[in-house]
Each structure stands twice: as structure tokens, then as C-alpha cells.
């Protein structure tokens, strides 16, 4: 047991040795937003003739700027940084203007001084700048539980194109929810669920190391409640079926109306009825006409009556 734990922290210090070259030495994080200027301080005064002040850059540890003899060395500094990295004179202090992502990596110090040898690393992290977390709402992705009577509201909070953050949901001062992401993303969501009458105060948070942005909840702008989005499908529902019913009833009646003509209309050999009065035709009997002469030759014709 003894061996393991020696063999492990011999492992250990070799590995902080090819990290940070000496074993113990001290690595500050420095954060920065691109875009930014960052200086990363020496702490030195007074420089003197013979003091040698030496910054390097990067795994491979390339020079980038140095005081030798009381003369600023920058080496080949622009194919890196360009214009953007300046060194004081004065204090050794080494600063970056206008930082970019590429500039992200470790820096470190090397000072040799009539004191003696000491050394300095940064850790140093450039951070894309945070965009401001959009909030959409979705209704049509209620709850299958919820029903027609509940009144739900479902909101996304949303960033896109960020690294290294955390997207937050609080209501107040307590959490509710969060999602952190590490490597580059396209887009980063976190959605919530509400009632639409709640009155708490909602906000969504966007923060990395150095800052933060912040969007609150609108109730009466976003939310839409589930109950409307399930009436909405219940009148589209019934629309049509109201549509087919009137047509139901308009073919009924337009077919009992043309069986009331046929029932109406008359018949060969029946009798016609009006709604004035109903009139009964007699048959009509022809008597036989009855001459009788009179004198001077005349004729007298008799015509038989007519019976209603």
C-alpha cells in the first residue's frame, strides 16, 4: 500500500514538472472576454541594467517578449498577436490588447535579477462575449397530462454560438433549473414550465466566469394556456360538423318538400280540389224535347233543368 502511494505522488510531481517546470509553482487563472485588454503584471520595480525579464507563450514556450539590459526585445510577436501586445518598461508587466479566442493558453515569467530567479505562470482563458438568452413559447407542446381545465405555459429559454456557460431558470433567489456546456455549441435551451396566472417574478440567466446576462419572463406576453390551445382544436373539430349537419337538414327538408308535391298532385280520374270551395259536378240528364205545334205553324221547345 505504502509503494502505491509513493509510486502515485512521484507520478504526480513529474507531471506538475513537465506542466509548470517547477514542481509547487504557483498558476494564476486570469479570465478575460475577447475583445478585451488584459495585463498581466510582473510585480516588479526598478528594473536594472543586468536584469533579464523573459515571457513565453504556449506549449511550446516561444518568446514573445523580453528586457535585457534595460532594451525591449518582442521577437516575433506580431505572427501571433500582431500590434496587440505591448511591455512595460518599467515594471515588466506584459499587456494584450483587443484579445482574441487564439490568444487563449498559458504565459509565463521568467525573471533573473541580481536577487536572484523566480518564475510566474498565467492561465489565461479568452471568452467569446455572451449574447442575451432569448425566451419563445411554444403552446402547441403542452403536456399530454395537462387537461382542457389547466392553464399551462411552456417557455424556452434560449443562446446560441456559446462555450464554456451556464443557462439558469430562477424564480427570485432560488434555482430552479440549469444546463452547463464546456465545448463550442450552436445553440444552448433550457425550457420551463408556468402556470399562465402565476405571479412569481421568472428570469433566465446566461453566465460564464466573468459575466452574466439576464432576460426576465412577460406572463401576459409569452404564455399561452393549454385550455386555449385544446379549444382551438375542439372548435376546429366542430366547425365541420356543424357544416355537415346544416347540410343534412337542408337535403331532409328539400326531400320532404318534393315528397309533399308528388303527394299533392292529382291523379287520372280524381277529382280537383281547390281551397275555395270544393265543387261537386251532377251528371247531366238530357230529356227528350217535346214539340207541340201550335197554330200558324209554329213550334214550342221545352229544355230540361239542371240540377246542382
Same mark, same amino acid.
Given at each position: ?17 513537465? @506542466? ?10 486570469? =479570465?478575460?472576454?475577447?475583445? $478585451? *485588454?488584459?495585463?498581466? +503584471? ?24 523580453? %528586457? ?5 526585445? @518582442? ?7 500582431? $500590434? ?26 521568467? @525573471? ?15 471568452? !467569446? ?23 399551462? =405555459?411552456?417557455?424556452?429559454?434560449? !443562446? ?18 440549469? %444546463?452547463?456546456?464546456?465545448?463550442? *455549441? ?9 402556470? &399562465? ?22 406572463? *401576459?406576453?409569452?404564455?399561452?394556456? =393549454? ?9 376546429? !373539430?366542430?366547425?365541420? !360538423? ?6 343534412? %337538414?337542408? @337535403? &331532409? ?42 197554330? +200558324? ?12
Amino acid at each position: 500500500m505504502l509503494r502505491i502511494i509513493i509510486r502515485k505522488t512521484t507520478c504526480l510531481c513529474v507531471f506538475l514538472l513537465l @506542466m509548470d517546470g517547477v514542481c509547487g509553482d504557483e498558476v494564476k487563472s486570469v =479570465c478575460v472576454t475577447e475583445g $478585451d *485588454s488584459v495585463t498581466l +503584471k510582473a510585480d516588479v520595480t526598478g528594473i536594472e541594467s543586468k536584469d533579464q525579464i523573459l515571457w513565453t507563450f504556449g506549449p511550446n514556450e516561444t518568446r514573445i517578449a523580453e %528586457i535585457y539590459k534595460q532594451d525591449i526585445d @518582442m521577437f516575433n510577436s506580431n505572427e501571433i498577436f500582431g $500590434d496587440r501586445l505591448q511591455m512595460d518598461s518599467q515594471t515588466g508587466s506584459l499587456t494584450i490588447t483587443n484579445i482574441r479566442f487564439k490568444h487563449t493558453g498559458v504565459y509565463k515569467l521568467e @525573471m533573473r535579477r541580481t536577487s536572484g530567479k523566480s518564475h510566474k505562470t498565467f492561465n489565461v482563458t479568452v471568452y !467569446a462575449p455572451l449574447p442575451v438568452p432569448v425566451l419563445t413559447s411554444n403552446s402547441s407542446e403542452c403536456p399530454s397530462s395537462s387537461s382542457s381545465s389547466e392553464s399551462r =405555459c411552456l417557455v424556452v429559454c434560449s !443562446a446560441g454560438n456559446v462555450s464554456h456557460v451556464t443557462l439558469s431558470w430562477h424564480t427570485g433567489h432560488s434555482l430552479l433549473s440549469s %444546463i452547463s456546456v464546456s465545448d463550442l *455549441s450552436l445553440s444552448l435551451s433550457l425550457p420551463l414550465e408556468v402556470e &399562465y396566472e402565476d405571479k412569481n417574478a421568472y428570469s433566465c440567466v446566461l453566465n460564464n466566469p466573468i459575466t452574466n446576462h439576464t432576460t426576465h419572463l412577460d406572463n *401576459s406576453r409569452l404564455c399561452h394556456t =393549454c385550455a386555449g390551445h385544446n379549444n382551438k382544436r375542439f372548435y376546429g !373539430a366542430l366547425i365541420p !360538423a356543424v357544416l355537415l349537419a346544416m347540410l343534412a %337538414i337542408m @337535403m &331532409y327538408c328539400l326531400r320532404k318538400r318534393k315528397r309533399s308535391r308528388t303527394k299533392d298532385s292529382p291523379h287520372e280520374g280524381e277529382a280537383v280540389q281547390t281551397d275555395l270551395a270544393e265543387v261537386d259536378y251532377a251528371e247531366t240528364t238530357f230529356v227528350p224535347n217535346v214539340q207541340h205545334k201550335k197554330p +200558324k205553324g209554329t213550334e214550342e221547345t221545352i229544355y230540361s233543368t239542371v240540377t246542382h
